[in-house]
């Protein structure tokens, strides 16, 4: 084909895709039904169990006790998310900064979690006006001093997984000069694969968090508990799905969620969304089965080899 011919082509194409071209949902779906669509797929929350108050009396004794310790659980357990309302009950926050005092922070670690990445995530949590300023021994100093200041009393780290030996170290320093009581929070990875790791250098961190606390899985009237919450914060009444009432839906939402809670919700969306799309699909777990076969079910605990 000519180049002539070929921008002729190009030009056909482009000028029947400026007519013709529509974004796929707005060809399965109304402009109403798909607002409400991605209002159900940004749905977000955490509905706090009797396994939550039995944590944070756990951490509360750890506080009070003045010991570091550590907290497990599978990915998706919702820890992470259980720990962050552990600390609303302690901390008032006014924009982005904290109120004093401010006895419990919580910060949660990002890759790759060197010393940096921690002292970063610390005053990012409080709001420093000068958190990636400075060499580590100003980040190290002015953290050191903030938590003093704020007079906080715990500080526990989400994806603890993250860090390294250098910022395990830090850690340590923080309990036993400043006696500022540490909680590792983590994945099972970090019990089996860090914390129990046979080498040398890692002995100081093992032998400095003797105290642990496994974060369970959603029991199947917790799994209950979870959809009737969901269905009442995110489904108007007249919408409602009513799946704890088919014993079936909730076998299939606990096998399909291995108890875990995020993985809960993600199934909760779908399910919500599939009866937008086809309001006369039956709700019971062999139909569930047969429309989302090929989801798999989460990894709650690998084995480890002997």
């Not at 009393?153 to 170290?169: H, P």
């Not at 199934?267 to 569930?288: G, H, S, T, V």
């Amino acid at each position: 084909m000519s180049e002539t011919n070929l921008a002729h082509a190009n030009l056909e194409v482009q000028q029947q895709s400026n007519v013709d071209f529509q974004p796929a949902e707005e060809l399965r779906r109304s402009p109403q039904v798909q607002a409400e669509v991605e209002r159900i797929g940004k749905a977000n929350t955490y509905f706090a169990l009797d396994r939550d108050t039995e944590l944070f009396d756990w951490l509360d004794d750890q506080r009070d006790a003045k010991l570091c310790g550590y907290v497990t659980s599978a990915t998706g357990s919702g820890l992470l998310k259980a720990c962050q309302l552990y600390r609303t009950q302690y901390v008032k926050r006014r924009g982005t900064l904290l109120e004093i005092p401010a006895t419990v922070i919580y910060a949660e670690i990002e890759q790759h979690g060197g010393p940096t990445d921690l002292y970063c995530s610390i005053l990012e949590e409080i709001g420093h006006p000068l958190v990636h300023v400075g060499t580590l021994r100003d980040l190290r100093s002015r953290a050191w001093g903030t938590l003093k200041g704020y007079g906080v009393k715990l500080l526990i780290i989400g994806n603890a997984d993250y860090l390294t030996l250098e910022a395990f170290n830090e850690l340590i320093d923080v309990f036993t000069k400043r006696r500022v009581p540490v909680i590792l929070v983590g994945t099972y990875y970090l019990s089996e694969n860090i914390l129990e790791r046979r080498s040398l250098p890692y002995v100081r961190v093992h032998d400095s968090f003797l105290e642990s606390y496994e974060f369970p899985n959603l029991t199947e009237e917790e799994i209950i508990e979870v959809v009737d919450d969901w269905e009442s914060k995110f489904l108007p009444e007249h919408s409602r799905l009513n799946l704890t009432q088919i014993d079936s839906v909730i076998s299939y939402l606990r096998i399909k969620s291995g108890g875990l809670i995020e993985p809960l919700y993600d199934l909760l969306r779908k399910i919500a969304i599939l009866k937008i799309d086809e309001p006369n699909f039956e709700l019971n777990q062999y139909n569930l089965t047969k429309k989302f076969g090929r989801r798999k079910e989460p990894k709650v605990k690998f084995q480890q080899k002997s």
